[in-house]
């Protein structure tokens, strides 16, 4: 991988920012021309246990991923070193957050119920979800991975008809996965 270039800490907290708000705009957006395009949103605790063990066992598997596929380690790092590296700790409240909400809300919560059958809107969100978060064809495993997380993600919304269970898996799994990484690295900087 060749090195990418360095954002400042207000770039990536910017560019966090305006690509929720730009999520956001589109799921109200889709909402507005098929309001029955929406997955409701439940405050369960039995969920909120389901999204946090998806979260903890995604990021498990992310971790054995990154250390069994070298390909795939190499774009975690790139996609973490760039995007974490000039962020202090209390930012990853928001890098745990705004993902979380937005991009399930855009993914899970319209474009998988809006396609049907359901299989089909499992897919195609899935696929979005997973192109979303790549940086370029090069990220083409870091994509891949995103797209088998958002499969989980949108069949345990299916499963349990609550998107809650992807918005706190989502978080989670962000949350954890960059914290373990900061701490990782804290010696490097």
Not at 105 to 132: D, E, K, N, T, Y
Not at 138 to 162: K, S
Request: glycine fraction near 8%; charged fraction near 10%; charge should be positive.
């Amino acid at each position: 991988m060749t090195a990418s270039p360095r954002l400042t800490r207000l770039e990536i907290l910017a560019a966090m920012g305006l690509t929720a708000v730009g999520l956001l705009l589109v799921a109200r957006l889709w909402q507005f021309f098929d309001p029955l395009a929406q997955f409701p949103w439940v405050w369960r605790v039995e969920d909120v246990g389901w999204g946090m063990a998806l979260g903890l066992t995604i990021t498990g598997l992310s971790r054995v991923m990154h250390w069994l596929w070298p390909s795939y380690r190499a774009c975690s790092e790139d996609y973490m070193s760039l995007v974490l590296t000039p962020l202090a700790w209390p930012d990853l409240l928001w890098l745990t957050l705004l993902p979380a909400l937005s991009e399930e809300l855009l993914f899970r919560g319209v474009i998988l119920p809006a396609l049907q059958p359901p299989w089909l809107g499992l897919l195609v969100s899935s696929l979005c979800f997973g192109i979303l978060h790549m940086g370029g064809w090069r990220q083409w495993p870091y994509g891949l991975w995103a797209t088998v997380i958002g499969l989980a993600l949108g069949g345990v919304v299916l499963w349990r008809d609550n998107l809650l269970v992807a918005v706190v898996a989502h978080g989670v799994t962000n949350g954890l996965s960059a914290a373990l990484w900061k701490w990782q690295h804290r010696q490097a900087r």
